[in-house]
């Protein structure tokens, strides 16, 4: 059992009663910071003025252009680093006008404040472009005294981290509200050590820097070697479209015939294909969660974690172990087998390495498995950035199903996956730049950590020792 006691006077100002907020984790991590006495500030002390503390706002309806202004949602905010893969857009006129106070400025902290993501930060620059925030983070600038990169990595840091969940609220929502994170502290340590932990981010950039570059090769390659470096998927507000081709596919909604799908089936058609299920000994849904998520126990992927072609580990829920004893074997991950997400983000493909072998897969994605037979003419991770860059724009967007809530394919939409078979030595050469992609991404990331680390280690060492 785990008790704390706690005097009156400590019951700050007698606004929290409940027994979380007094954890004696918590309570020690306080302490620690208490320690640099009148260097320690609140957020709401530091923040360049007033409204410097805003949160953004959904446009109604929620309909996303393909391009615009970048919108930032909780999976773009991680820790540390903002991910871009997966998107959405809003129109320019949103952006100045409804959405004028959450447009993103020159180092704005980002912070996401709602949901189980909530608690992550990075620091978002102008070089990423013009952006935008959702309802589900708020953007803060603080004064020059203190380097943005050093308050974000204190936010994701075992410091920062804890006066999040202590101030979190509600039950089937969870929330930070405004005020509190305004009460957030934090010591303002000495210039030269915040520059320290800026130093481990302009490395993080050179690697991230890197890894873009090849995966774009890889694209580049990609697109190329199908004809499709020069083709643009316009959509055309009218056209005209044969009642047997209505009956062929037995649609009539007028999306499906958009002439860019016609154009890409008429590109990829000069190539030799097979279907996707002609190439896999199984291709199946994942299984639903056996147990709630713990942090130990084992790995559960799910849509959010299929980043980049390969399986991001930053983000992993486990099940624990006791209650996946009885699922079938086919319902955990082996090497190469391709992990495409099946509802929500509809597409986003990884495939999985010896690392994730023995892994669970979540039942809103799907798996395929290549055949021995096929392998030897098929590369996983050329088909899985196919999926990604080609597949998902041009086949699945134009298959999908649109419910109420989200967007999802099936099983049979899968199967029947075209797959453009290139040369051996060209799926090689794209399969090569995305490893090395990869690999320099998990090294980028390794400084984000020791970045933390450092943080952490300063603050440890408590006082007046490290602070101006």
Request: glycine share 4%; aromatic share 10%.
């Amino acid at each position: 059992m785990t008790f704390s006691i706690i005097q009156k006077s400590q019951l700050e100002g007698a606004l929290r009663l409940d027994a979380e907020y007094y954890q004696p984790e918590y309570l020690e991590l306080d302490r620690k910071l208490n320690l640099f006495g009148n260097k320690l500030k609140t957020f709401g002390e530091i923040l360049e003025r007033e409204n410097s503390l805003t949160g953004g706002a959904t446009p109604l309806g929620a309909n996303y252009p393909e391009l615009g202004i970048k919108f930032l949602r909780v999976q773009n905010i991680m820790p540390g680093y903002l991910d871009f893969s997966d998107t959405v857009f809003i129109d320019k006129k949103i952006n100045d006008k409804q959405l004028k106070r959450s447009q993103l400025i020159d180092d704005d902290v980002l912070l996401t404040i709602t949901g189980v993501s909530y608690g992550k930060s990075a620091v978002y620059k102008l070089s990423y472009g013009d952006a935008n925030i959702n309802q589900h983070s708020v953007r803060m600038h603080f004064i020059s005294k203190l380097i943005p990169e050093y308050i974000s990595t204190f936010l994701n840091s075992k410091f920062g981290r804890f006066q999040s969940d202590r101030k979190i609220t509600g039950n089937t929502r969870p929330a930070l509200a405004y005020e509190e994170i305004r009460s957030y502290k934090i010591p303002v340590i000495d210039k030269k050590l915040q520059n320290e932990i800026k130093e481990f981010y302009d490395r993080y950039k050179k690697l991230d820097e890197e890894s873009k570059k090849n995966v774009r090769q890889a694209e580049d390659i990609l697109f190329k070697k199908l004809g499709l470096d020069d083709f643009t998927a316009e959509k055309k507000l009218f056209f005209i479209v044969n009642f047997s081709d209505c009956k062929k596919f037995n649609r009539i909604d007028p999306d499906f015939f958009q002439p860019h799908y016609l154009a890409f089936e008429k590109i990829i058609s000069k190539y030799k294909s097979k279907i996707l299920g002609q190439l896999c000994s199984l291709i199946s849904y994942g299984t639903v969660p056996t147990s709630p998520y713990t942090d130990k126990g084992v790995p559960y992927v799910k849509g959010m974690n299929l980043k980049n072609c390969l399986i991001d580990h930053t983000e992993i829920d486990c099940l624990e172990k006791d209650s996946t004893i009885k699922l079938p074997k086919k319902v955990y991950l082996k090497k190469d087998d391709v992990i495409i997400s099946q509802m929500g983000t509809v597409g986003n493909a990884a495939v999985a390495t010896k690392a994730e072998e023995g892994w669970l897969f979540a039942s809103f994605t799907i798996r395929a498995r290549l055949s021995e037979e096929a392998k030897k003419f098929l590369d996983p991770l050329f088909l899985t950035l196919l999926i990604n860059k080609v597949s998902k724009p041009y086949y699945l967007m134009r298959y999908i199903a649109q419910s109420s809530v989200r967007q999802n394919t099936d099983l049979p939409t899968i199967k029947n996956l075209p797959v453009p078979i290139l040369p051996k030595v060209t799926q090689e050469k794209i399969a090569d730049l995305v490893r090395k992609s990869h690999a320099a991404r998990q090294k980028s990331k390794q400084f984000l950590t020791e970045a933390k680390r450092k943080v952490e280690e300063m603050i440890e060492k408590g006082g007046d020792k490290n602070v101006d």
